[in-house]
């Protein structure tokens, strides 16, 4: 690996082409010297903060800074500015509630808080005993007197460069420890699969609290590409966010599933087809695994582009890459793929052995990319990082997802291993539901939930198809016992911060 430190992609990109613009957000763009110059403006402002010199930091154990600023150029040189200083960085979504991010800082304890004009009455407003620093403040004022020195670490595994906060079981978010290794490899790794190109222009549709955004950010960065940070206001506005796309000449791009829905019912490509077909080069869709009726009718509107499905957790950024290059029948499943180079995939069934073809079993995973762990939780961490049974002496991640490999050898995802259940006697993927009824509208988005006490399934969606319509061609596609006792039909469906459907809402809200 050409990298050490998550630094050192900007640091190369500076080198060689150092007037190129590199980022672009709504409030204006950057080139790669620029972003450098402001990342190191961040990175005097912690050291002088806090007493430090510059030649000490090849000796320094990285400490917390969290930042509150939205997917931006600004949040970009935060980031580098944190990991120049020899820290961590966290970032956290600005719109949650004070409590939760208070819950948060009480596990980080981070010294700094970095934000922006926007954020400073929020961040200010915090219960935590750190200092806050404003962003608009540090670049006016801070002046280049003295050199931030390029930090040397062999170890650099070990050494922690983000934590990302996700929603933890016991109500209390949970810290994922993530090491520069943990960006570099799949950072480097996607780049190369997807063959992004100088001339690219990648369009971030992700905050930088969720890995999509990180990976869109540094794999841009490493390809020496132009990364577009996407107006969070556009996803609101199918119509306008496609024209945004087209006017920015926008040629990769990462979709969330539930986005792509959106644009489809409103039929948002329409007028728009030749200019994306024109420059639009490779479509992944990532976050949940996407209705393979919708991809389908994408492709024949938007047939130029290369069709991806790509995989991922926020313990392990991205491992699996599937290129769509054969047909997939509307009721089937999007494989996951094979596993990227730098990824051992293992599927281990219940009893520590491993899944034959065909079989069904966990998802493992193991490499240089996988997270360290969890901030001060040392019983989820073992439980979700162990000894691999097949190897024993090897770390792996155990991801929850149920899989198995089709007969094209593709490794396929059958559901989450809390997704399933026991009805009427049968084993039942709630996931298996999901996918025979988004078979039957390319506008369909559902998620099902269970109700232990009266056993019942619950179909939420939002479609063109009503509940006794829906409910007699599931018949047609599922067996008796998986049909939902229950159908709910929305206008949207409730998503959490990442955009994925909010599964622990819809539990709330209708089987309390």
């Not at 222009?201 to 990364?227: D, K, R, W």
Request: proline share 4%.
């Amino acid at each position: 690996m050409e990298f050490k430190r998550v630094t050192e992609i900007l640091d190369k990109a500076v080198l060689d082409v150092p007037e190129k613009i590199g980022f672009v957000d709504q409030n204006g763009q950057m080139t790669y010297k620029e972003m450098q110059d402001a990342s190191f403006k961040v990175a005097r402002a912690i050291l002088k903060t806090f007493g430090e010199k510059p030649e000490d930091l090849q000796d320094k154990e990285p400490l917390p800074s969290a930042t509150l600023i939205e997917a931006s150029n600004d949040i970009g040189a935060v980031m580098h500015g944190i990991l120049y200083a020899g820290d961590y960085y966290s970032v956290i979504d600005e719109t949650m509630p004070n409590e939760r991010i208070e819950k948060i800082f009480e596990n980080l304890r981070p010294r700094l808080v970095i934000a922006n004009r926007k954020t400073e009455e929020k961040a200010r407003s915090l219960n935590f005993d750190g200092i806050v620093l404003i962003y608009e403040d540090i670049i006016e004022q801070d002046q280049a007197d003295f050199e931030i020195p390029k930090i040397v670490c062999e170890e650099v595994s070990t050494k922690l460069a983000s934590i990302t906060f996700t929603s933890g079981s016991t109500g209390n978010p949970k810290g994922v420890m993530t090491g520069h290794n943990g960006i570099i490899y799949p950072s480097i790794a996607n780049r190369d699969d997807v063959e992004i190109i100088f001339t690219d222009h990648v369009g971030n549709q992700s905050p930088m609290y969720y890995v999509m955004g990180v990976l869109n950010f540094f794999f841009s960065i490493a390809a020496e590409a132009t990364c577009y940070f996407m107006p969070k206001w556009l996803f609101s506005q199918p119509a306008e966010l496609v024209k945004y796309m087209v006017d920015n000449q926008i040629s990769i791009i990462d979709w969330v599933a539930s986005a792509v829905t959106v644009i489809s019912r409103f039929s948002a490509w329409e007028g728009y087809e030749e200019e994306l077909n024109k420059y639009l080069r490779t479509v992944t869709f990532a976050g949940d695994v996407a209705s393979t009726k919708l991809i389908n009718k994408m492709k024949k509107v938007i047939p130029d582009p290369k069709y991806r499905q790509g995989y991922g957790a926020t313990e392990f950024y991205y491992t699996f890459l599937y290129h769509m290059t054969r047909d997939l029948a509307d009721d089937e499943r999007v494989p996951l793929g094979y596993p990227a180079e730098f990824v051992t995939a293992y599927i281990i069934k219940d009893d520590g052995t491993a899944a034959k073809d065909g079989e069904e079993g966990q998802l493992c995973l193991a490499g240089p990319g996988m997270a360290l762990g969890y901030l001060n939780d040392d019983a989820a961490t073992e439980e979700k990082f162990q000894d691999n049974p097949l190897n024993p002496g090897e770390r792996i991640y155990m991801t929850g997802d149920i899989v198995k490999k089709n007969e094209y050898g593709e490794i396929i995802f059958l559901s989450r291993k809390d997704f399933m259940i026991k009805h009427m006697g049968h084993r039942v993927e709630l996931g298996e539901i999901e996918l025979a009824a988004s078979s039957l509208d390319d506008q369909m988005q559902c998620a099902c939930i269970f109700d232990k006490e009266k056993e019942h399934i619950i179909m939420v969606y939002v479609g063109r198809l009503e509940e006794k319509e829906l409910r007699d061609k599931m018949k047609e596609k599922v067996q008796r016992h998986m049909i939902p006792n229950r159908f709910i039909k929305l206008d949207n469906l409730p998503l959490n911060q990442n955009n994925k459907v909010d599964r622990k809402k819809l539990k709330e809200l209708y089987i309390g």
